[in-house]
């Protein structure tokens, strides 16, 4: 009983080989993409470490092709010995910092507020104001989304101007909620949509207002969209650069303004370039890669019905 | 179709007093009476009419606030339960109308006017002076169809989407992995970017890719010399940050499409290629649809990196709408001919978004 008595067809065979092909092509594209993605990020961190001769080398690899230096981090008097020094670059970096950090969070606190409220009334109630429906006010709200930023940029340089609201940050504030509440809106009519109304029925059996059913039933539910539509308008009004160019000057400027400064003046010191540019990234890629779940969720709401 | 009426059904008894209806009325127009009153003394004030001793318009805006504030009570009050329901939306309402409709009726008025914040003369009205000096400005115009250009390049960004969705979609080992690093470029920001790529790795004697371009054999690479090659590079850096985005509305259309679809087309014999665009393709037509408008509109916005890397350079031949207006008041301070430009091209985008909406819903059509 030695002998073989079935034996693989010679097709089969060829879906083997088939099957490595594809695969084999399949993931060189990935990682051919992974790579594209992913080395502008790893040659921004890695020239924050290096010396002008390594920069004009070309040298990618550190501790073998160069020695990582402190000269990036140092030029922001963050590296481990300038750290503990009086340094007016890091107090200049920190301000903007903290600007960029009020702003694009007190924004997004903003536009989640009024956008998962505007949102639970469009998409449980049938309103009617003059001539416009339900469907009308959601197309307003959403239409908000084409308005380029050039267009409301001068009107509000002169009414900021007047408000004496130009260089502060609750004027930069204002403006970022204003851009992100169509995307919170878009997000949040999605996620209120897929909760049942039998909730909050049962919760007025239960003696609740509509208001309270909204704060203590409907929000927890809802949590996830809601965490979705806040990182994403942080992720916008974080990189923010036209209005915050335009509309601020000393006070309230913040990081990408700060960068775009320092790019008008191309020196040699890229190492310093980098690190600016390492800090205003770096808060970003730290949320994509812990809340990707989120960010992907709020994306593609809407996109399947 | 948005179902009359509400999806949620509440029944209550109002009995409302006429005494706490009446209060509620007052409150609202007593505070509109106010607003008005403050907004008038304003500009007497600003017109050299009065003098009371203004600064600035603060006094007009917390009036406003005060006005919302009470409009928004008020409905409550006077509405009671239906009031309640209109709470819901009218922040949202009142934030909106006040932050676009207001500046937007602000900038018609600018945008016919001679006023240049520079000049001490203030804002004069001018009539159709501006329209004028656009119809026979080239350099807008040079920007207009740069836009035509940029939106092109759309449709490749789709396809190179749409193929990475596909893999990302089928059976492989650390799809996590794949997944958050083609995100990243997304959450970065376009003036880092303009940096990182632009300005460093795009450098002509010492960036990787001048370097990997002089290795495949191009001499003497130069990515910003000639208007073409110069455009090109800005809508691979643009395309670069926002290929993800469209990437992860396909990827989640994919994931919609039921299994058993697919497995029925291989039943009948159908390919994997036949399968693809018999199947696959047209259920995902919505979903393309949505994304491509989604990102035209982002699309248009686009002003971030040609602000930072090229500043409309060389001649014009990179400007996007938004950073020739851009620079036409960091320049010159025209904040007039600048508005009238911004709207025109407001008017331009909601004549062509309109157009392409009202296609899309052609052909989301289901066809069966």
């Known amino acids: ?305 | 179709m948005e179902p009359e009426g509400d999806r949620l059904h509440v029944v209550t008894t109002e009995n409302i007093s006429d005494a706490r209806r009446n209060f509620g009325n007052i409150l609202v127009y007593g505070s509109a009476a106010i607003m008005f009153l403050v907004a008038g003394l304003q500009s007497l004030d600003s017109n050299n009419i009065l003098d009371i001793g203004f600064v600035t318009w603060r006094p007009t805006l917390y009036a406003a606030l005060v006005w919302m504030v009470c409009l928004s009570a008020g409905q409550v009050i006077v509405r009671g339960e239906q009031g309640k329901r209109t709470l819901f939306i009218l922040p949202a309402a009142l934030f909106v109308g006040a932050m676009v409709v207001f500046p937007l009726i602000f900038a018609l008025g600018i945008a016919f006017s001679d006023w240049n914040l520079s000049s001490p003369n203030g804002r004069q009205f001018n009539g159709f002076d501006n329209v004028r000096q656009m119809w026979n400005d080239p350099f807008y115009w040079n920007s207009l169809t740069n836009m035509v250009w940029y939106t092109l390049a759309i449709f490749v960004e789709y396809i190179i989407a749409f193929g990475i969705a596909v893999l990302l979609n089928a059976e492989i080992r650390a799809r996590k992995f794949f997944r958050v690093s083609f995100l990243l470029p997304l959450m970065l920001s376009p003036v880092a970017v303009s940096w990182m790529i632009g300005k460093s790795m795009l450098e002509v004697r010492f960036g990787p890719i001048a370097r990997l371009a002089r290795e495949l054999g191009w001499d003497s690479p130069s990515f910003f010399g000639s208007p073409e090659i110069a455009r090109a590079s800005i809508m691979m850096m643009d395309a670069w940050t926002f290929i993800p985005f469209m990437m992860i509305m396909i990827l989640a259309g994919l994931q919609a499409i039921p299994t058993e679809l697919r497995e029925a087309a291989r039943v009948d014999g159908a390919g994997p290629w036949r399968a693809f665009w018999e199947v696959t393709f047209p259920l995902m037509l919505p979903v393309s649809i949505t994304a491509v408008l989604i990102r035209i509109i982002f699309k248009l916005k686009l002003a971030d990196i040609i602000i930072n890397v090229t500043s409309g350079g060389p001649g014009g031949a990179t400007d996007s709408v938004t950073s020739f207006i851009f620079r036409e008041y960091r320049d010159r301070s025209n904040v007039g001919y600048g508005t009238l430009l911004a709207i025109f091209y407001l008017v331009l985008i909601v004549i062509a978004m309109t157009i392409l909406m009202k296609l899309a819903d052609r052909w989301m059509r289901p066809r069966y």
Not at chain 1, 65 to 89: A, H, M, Q, Y
Not at chain 1, 213 to 219: D, E, G, N, P, V
Request: proline share 5%; aromatic share 12%.
């Open chain 1, 1 to 305: 009983m030695s002998a073989q008595i079935f034996h693989d067809h010679e097709t089969d065979f060829g879906h083997k080989a088939r099957w490595i092909t594809s695969r084999v092509a399949i993931y060189g594209i990935l990682i051919l993409w992974a790579i594209i993605c992913l080395f502008p990020i790893y040659w921004t961190i890695t020239t924050t470490f290096k010396a002008a001769p390594d920069v004009m080398q070309g040298n990618m690899i550190p501790w073998v092709d160069f020695t990582p230096k402190w000269l990036g981090l140092r030029s922001l008097g963050l590296s481990p010995e300038t750290i503990f020094n009086e340094s007016t670059v890091r107090d200049e970096f920190m301000k903007r910092l903290t600007n960029s950090t009020v702003t694009a969070v007190g924004a997004s606190v903003i536009a989640v507020m009024l956008g998962s409220t505007a949102a639970y009334g469009l998409s449980r109630f049938s309103y009617r104001f003059g001539p416009m429906k339900n469907s009308d006010i959601s197309f307003f709200f959403l239409s908000q989304l084409i308005l380029p930023p050039v267009v409301l940029a001068l009107p509000f340089l002169v009414l900021y101007k007047s408000l004496a609201l130009l260089d502060t940050r609750i004027g930069l504030i204002l403006l970022y909620a204003l851009t992100t509440l169509p995307i919170v809106i878009w997000i949040m009519r999605d996620q209120f949509g897929s909760i049942p109304t039998e909730l909050e029925e049962a919760a007025f059996v239960d003696g609740l207002s509509i208001w309270g059913a909204y704060f203590t039933i409907i929000l927890p539910i809802a949590l996830p969209g809601m965490v979705a539509s806040f990182i994403l308008s942080l992720v916008l009004t974080w990189n923010e650069y036209f209005f915050a160019a335009l509309l601020t000057s000393t006070n309230a400027k913040t990081l990408p303004v700060m960068l775009a400064s320092q790019t008008g003046s191309q020196g040699i010191s890229w190492w310093s370039m980098a690190a600016l540019s390492f800090a205003a990234i770096l808060p970003l890629i730290v949320i994509g890669i812990l809340l990707e779940r989120y960010i992907i969720k709020g994306m593609a709401a809407g996109a399947v019905k």
